[in-house]
């Protein structure tokens, strides 16, 4: 099928010949013929780089009406909002920020791109332009299998889904084990297909070579190590150099932040940026260097820019998000010959590579090591091979251990069919957050209606024979002992359901009912001292020591500075220091104070990420948080009728 063959405008049609596609993909031209452009519903599971976001842009480009590109992180949300501002004659806007603004001017758009939660907190605010919507694409929608995000975007699309039956939909996933479920969930035809535009194969290392799921092996010369070296470092720094060589690009995956430091450190003694070879040449990497430099100076930063010099670089959370994003650029345009990066990087944005090894196949939970998901594996090897630019991709696992490891390797991974995508609303604090929302945003006004709307979930459909009223039931008595909603007569039954004045204000403000019931205990408590003693460290403690927030550790060295700091302020906080119901998770939260404290008066980056041990990219994504959570505090002191103006002071300080 070719391009011209589709509905689009013409100008539509030229833009996508400039760019070199005459032609569909098989899953686009199954995708054309399931009706994507006639308004029909559609699953797509089908492998990376094989079109997934062609078929959405046929879907938004031919609906009637406004369209909504749902994405699970932000910085897809900037990559995707870029990548449909270049269609011409096409407005887009993008919604990532402030959870309690409706964003009005947003209707005005043909396409709107924004996080899962920032939708489900347009609903619950009523914004004007979710009620015009007349196609959404839900991108990695087997995110509904993830303990976070996932009640969140289940819960989202049912709620559109009652609000607009017409809808069309269209979700785009990995593959995975029952993509059927989810197309049958959403009264959509399913597109399912392993085909990819550059072949794939996959393999294991040990012992000095691959051996690939085609039959085919490559020999790997790998120096010889001593009893204290790290093999398994030394043969995937083996397998980079090869594919460089030979003219690729390589991603490598590991399980810490440290390890992708580390291992960067030691590719680039490799001297990788070579003049032979096309892009990352000493000159580009040494201006790219100067462009990381200019970002910022920490040193996380300095670390940074030092492999990149070598055509290497890190990817991990710690990593501010500008250097992250440059990181990003720098590798799609081959001015970086190497990423060493965590798993998050394999579900963000677009960083395809000629050669994947996957050095880590294990991660620490707290507890113990545990194998990584299928799922997870699967979509680092799916980004080997880039359409137009590589003739195959290999994504190679690397085996450090005996042969009974590596058939291990090879039957969990790579034979392997990835996990079932499972609902994760049942979770309490999921439900307690969503039952409350439906009702907040006057969507049900009754348990019935309630439970009307669980109907209609991912949740219920994999789990029919669920008692959904008596589950509401009982998180409707435990948002009513919260004083956030109201049953009416308190009699237990199906009552007529409002939220209270407090239940309305912890919705909007998008924070949890057990981080809203916590602000408003840490708000009375805070009322009730002395004026000299509510500073901003009480205002700081109070939302730090809440469940959105996200904590973070203390180190062995610190822990007693900490508790130093904690007896010297306990004055200013609302919590006693004997009193803490889990006093290391408070600790945490003192931190935490402390660090927005010293950011607040003037502190720098490379100060704070010195003296407390804690990643840039941290400090900024937590600042986004300690700001929203203010304006929180702020509004539930209002609802409770306590003058606490310095929630207020502090988040204008921030």
């Known amino acids: 099928m070719h391009v011209r063959d589709l509905p689009l405008p013409g100008r539509i049609l030229e833009h996508y010949e400039s760019q070199g596609i005459e032609t569909l993909y098989p899953p686009q031209v199954a995708a054309v013929e399931a009706g994507v452009t006639e308004g029909e519903r559609l699953v797509a599971a089908i492998p990376t780089a094989s079109g997934k976001t062609f078929i959405a842009e046929l879907a938004m480009l031919t609906a009637e009406g406004p369209a909504l590109y749902i994405v699970p992180l932000r910085a897809l949300a900037r990559e995707k909002y870029e990548t449909f501002a270049e269609l011409p004659g096409v407005s887009v806007g993008i919604s990532t920020g402030d959870f309690d603004s409706t964003d009005e001017d947003l209707a005005d758009n043909d396409i709107v791109v924004a996080t899962a939660e920032k939708v489900d907190s347009a609903i619950r605010t009523g914004a004007p332009w979710i009620e015009s919507l007349a196609c959404v694409v839900v991108d990695e929608v087997h995110l509904l299998g993830s303990d976070g995000r996932g009640p969140t975007l289940e819960v989202t699309l049912a709620t559109l889904q009652r609000r607009a039956?017409?809808?069309?939909?269209?979700?785009?996933s990995a593959t995975v084990d029952n993509p059927e479920d989810i197309a049958d969930w959403l009264d959509a035809d399913l597109v399912e297909t392993t085909w990819r535009p550059v072949s794939l194969r996959t393999g294991v290392y040990a012992d000095g070579s691959v051996t690939f799921d085609d039959d085919s092996a490559l020999g790997i010369d790998v120096e010889p190590t001593g009893p204290d070296d790290d093999d398994a470092t030394e043969a995937t720094a083996a397998l980079i150099a090869d594919a460089v060589a030979d003219g690729g690009q390589c991603l490598a995956f590991v399980r810490s932040r440290r390890e992708a430091e580390s291992l960067a450190t030691r590719l680039a003694d490799e001297s990788l940026a070579d003049d032979s070879l096309a892009g990352a040449s000493p000159n580009d990497c040494a201006e790219l260097a100067d462009e990381v430099?200019?970002?910022?100076?920490?040193?996380?930063?300095?670390?940074?820019?030092?492999?990149?010099?070598?055509?290497?670089?890190?990817?991990?959370a710690g990593v501010r998000s500008g250097h992250r994003a440059l990181v990003e650029s720098a590798f799609r345009e081959k001015r970086l010959k190497v990423i060493c990066a965590t798993p998050t990087l394999a579900a963000g944005v677009n960083v395809p590579a000629r050669r994947v090894v996957i050095r880590d196949l294990k991660r620490y939970t707290g507890e113990k090591m545990t194998w990584l998901p299928v799922l997870e594996v699967h979509q680092m090897c799916g980004r080997a091979g880039r359409p137009h630019l590589d003739p195959y991709g290999e994504a190679i696992l690397v085996n450090d251990g005996d042969e009974s490891?590596?058939?291990?390797?090879?039957?969990?991974?790579?034979?392997?069919?990835?996990?079932?995508?499972?609902?994760?609303?049942?979770?309490?604090?999921?439900?307690?957050?969503?039952?409350?929302?439906?009702?907040?945003?006057?969507?049900?006004?009754?348990r019935d209606g309630v439970v009307d709307l669980l109907d209609a979930t991912f949740f219920a459909h994999q789990s029919p024979d669920v008692n959904r009223a008596r589950l509401v039931d009982s998180v409707v008595e435990e948002l009513a002992e919260m004083e956030m909603l109201d049953d009416g007569d308190g009699n237990g039954r199906k009552d007529r359901l409002t939220a209270t004045e407090l239940g309305s204000a912890v919705s909007r403000q998008y924070v949890t009912p057990v981080t809203g019931a916590r602000l408003v205990e840490g708000v009375q408590t805070a009322a009730r001292m002395a004026d000299e003693n509510v500073t901003e460290l009480t205002a700081l403690e109070i939302i730090c020591d809440t469940p959105d927030m996200h904590g973070t550790y203390l180190g062995n060295r610190e822990r007693?500075?900490?508790?130093?700091?904690?007896?010297?302020?306990?004055?200013?906080?609302?919590?006693?220091?004997?009193?803490?119901?889990?006093?290391?998770?408070?600790?945490?939260?003192?931190?935490?104070?402390?660090?927005?404290?010293?950011?607040?008066?003037g502190e720098s980056v490379e100060a704070i990420v010195e003296n407390y041990r804690i990643g840039p990219g941290d400090l900024e994504a937590r600042l986004e948080r300690v700001e929203w959570l203010l304006g929180a505090a702020d509004a539930i002191a209002d609802v409770v009728n306590a003058d606490l103006p310095v929630f207020r002071e502090v988040r204008d300080r921030l």
């Open 405 to 446: 490891d590596t058939e291990e390797l090879w039957e969990r991974y790579v034979t392997a069919e990835a996990e079932a995508v499972e609902s994760k609303l049942a979770a309490r604090d999921a439900l307690r957050t969503h039952v409350l929302s439906v009702v907040a945003s006057g969507f049900a006004d009754s």
């Open 165 to 172: 039956p017409g809808l069309q939909i269209v979700a785009l």
């Open 560 to 601: 007693a500075a900490m508790y130093r700091f904690a007896s010297t302020h306990a004055a200013e906080f609302t919590t006693d220091l004997g009193a803490a119901e889990n006093f290391e998770e408070w600790l945490c939260a003192v931190k935490l104070a402390r660090i927005f404290a010293d950011w607040t008066a």
């Open 293 to 316: 430099s200019e970002i910022g100076a920490t040193e996380t930063g300095s670390r940074l820019a030092d492999v990149v010099e070598s055509g290497v670089a890190f990817h991990h």
